[in-house]
Antibody, heavy 119, light 110 residues
Framework: EVQVVQSGAEVKKPGESLKISCKGSGYSFTTYWIGWVRQMPGKGLEWIGIIYPDDSDTRYSPSFQGQVAISADKSISTAYLQWSSLKASDTAMYYC????????????WGQGTLVTVSS | QSALTQPPSASGSLGQSVTISCSGTSSDVGGYNYVSWYQQHPGKAPKLMICEVTKRPSGVPDRFSGSKSGNTASLTVSGLQAEDEADYYCSSYAGSNNLIFGGGTKLTVL
């Protein structure tokens, strides 16, 4: 059974760094892209970017380029989304999902990680 | 890069059909057959309902169908059931390894 399991909720202060994780199981982790999606409170879905764990090829939405970093450790089937300096506007639910790079859809989603940034 | 345009809300009575539109441009919806639809219930993760414009993943009821004409894609839900009440989002490949989502449509089952 394919599963995508994300790390737990985080509460951080502005300026702090953060790395959240997403572990895939039940499939060959290195042969599927995996991506991240943001959902701000009460708002819609926004595509952040994707990574191919086998070679760490990474693509970012222009809106998020330079704002976050996506990485992966294929030895433990885990992808990451990282911030070096959080802002209050980063407060959102972040979803990780397996991505079909050929047909551009997310087929298996994680449960989401709520990131709250507040002083 | 603007979001795809969806109506904020849609509604239909139990057993009836409802269609949700998703408007884009020739650079996204109109340029590729890579439109997907997601269902999201409150407090839950999105769920893939339609991919590649018309394809239903395994386990998705055949009451859900997708189509596209020009720069506009559509999701039709037939035989509305109470559990279909949710937010629905479209997405489309937009070239250069970019994906964009629609703003979402809240479907109410009357």
């Amino acid at each position: 059974e394919v599963q995508v399991v994300q790390s737990g909720a985080e509460v951080k202060k502005p300026g702090e760094s953060l790395k959240i994780s997403c572990k895939g199981s039940g499939y060959s982790f290195t042969t599927y892209w995996i991506g991240w999606v943001r959902q701000m409170p009460g708002k819609g879905l926004e595509w952040i970017g994707i990574i191919y764990p086998d070679d760490s090829d990474t693509r970012y939405s222009p809106s998020f380029q330079g704002q976050v970093a996506i990485s992966a450790d294929k030895s433990i089937s885990t992808a990451y989304l990282q911030w070096s300096s959080l802002k209050a506007s980063d407060t959102a639910m972040y979803y990780c999902a397996r991505y079909s790079g050929t047909y551009t859809f997310f087929d298996y989603w994680g449960q989401g990680t709520l990131v709250t940034v507040s002083s | 890069q603007s979001a795809l345009t969806q109506p904020p809300s849609a509604s239909g009575s139990l057993g009836q059909s409802v269609t949700i539109s998703c408007s884009g441009t020739s650079s996204d919806v109109g340029g590729y057959n890579y439109v997907s639809w997601y269902q999201q219930h409150p407090g839950k993760a999105p769920k893939l309902m339609i991919c590649e414009v018309t394809k239903r993943p395994s386990g998705v009821p055949d009451r859900f169908s997708g189509s596209k004409s020009g720069n506009t894609a559509s999701l039709t839900v037939s035989g509305l059931q109470a559990e279909d009440e949710a937010d629905y989002y479209c997405s489309s490949y937009a070239g250069s390894n970019n994906l964009i989502f629609g703003g979402g449509t809240k479907l109410t089952v009357l």
